[in-house]
Each structure stands twice: as C-alpha cells, then as structure tokens.
Nanobody
C-alpha cells in the first residue's frame, strides 16, 4: 500500500490550502480514511475522517473551516482548508485504516504565518 500526499505549503493567516492523497495497492472504496496532523512539539491528532460510506468526523477546532472528501474512482481523498490560522501549522498525514493496520502517507508540511 502506498499513499502519496500533496498540496501543503506556506500561507498567511486567513488563506486556504487543499491537500490531496492518492492511494495505491488497496481496494480504496472499502476502507476508512482520514487526515491527521502533528504540530511542533505535539502528538499526532485526527483532523478529519471519512468512512468508506462517506460519513465524516471533523475535529471541533476545524469545523466550519475544513472539509474532507473522497473520490473512490481515483483512490483519492482531499482536505480543503479555509480560514487557516497559525495553530493549524504542522505536518499533515493521510491515513488509510484496514484490519489489522493503518497505513500512512509521507506527510506534507503546512505552515500558516500570522
């Protein structure tokens, strides 16, 4: 299983970024997926998840600003991030959950300046 993430970068507060993650080597349409982040000196945390059926779970601190979506035809998940603030800074990882393990992408850096 391979996950390729893209779309990170540097943006000023209030700006937007769109992250994408494409999976290969897995039956994508039947797995749960999500975006996680790890800020400086912090543990990795769930940002947003989307199940194989399309139900979503969004972290409270990003609700109304971030939107997660998936395209099963292209084995891809997206994270649209709007109204970014410096607290959103970190390395963002996509994850695919199977039994018995979760697979991770390589991470993409998001930096938000004040």
């Amino acid at each position: 299983v391979q996950l390729q993430a893209s779309g990170g970068g540097f943006v000023q507060a209030g700006g937007s970024l769109r992250l994408s993650c494409t999976a290969s080597g897995i039956v994508f349409s039947i797995v749960d997926t999500g975006w996680y982040r790890q800020g400086p000196g912090k543990q990795r945390e769930l940002v947003a998840a989307i199940s194989f059926s399309g139900s979503t779970n969004i972290r409270d601190s990003v609700k109304g600003r971030f939107t997660i979506s998936r395209d099963n035809n292209n084995n891809t998940i997206h994270l649209q991030m709007d109204s970014l603030n410096p607290e959103d800074t970190g390395v963002y990882f996509c994850g695919v959950t199977t039994i018995p393990k979760t697979y991770w992408g390589q991470g993409t850096q998001v930096t938000v300046s004040s």
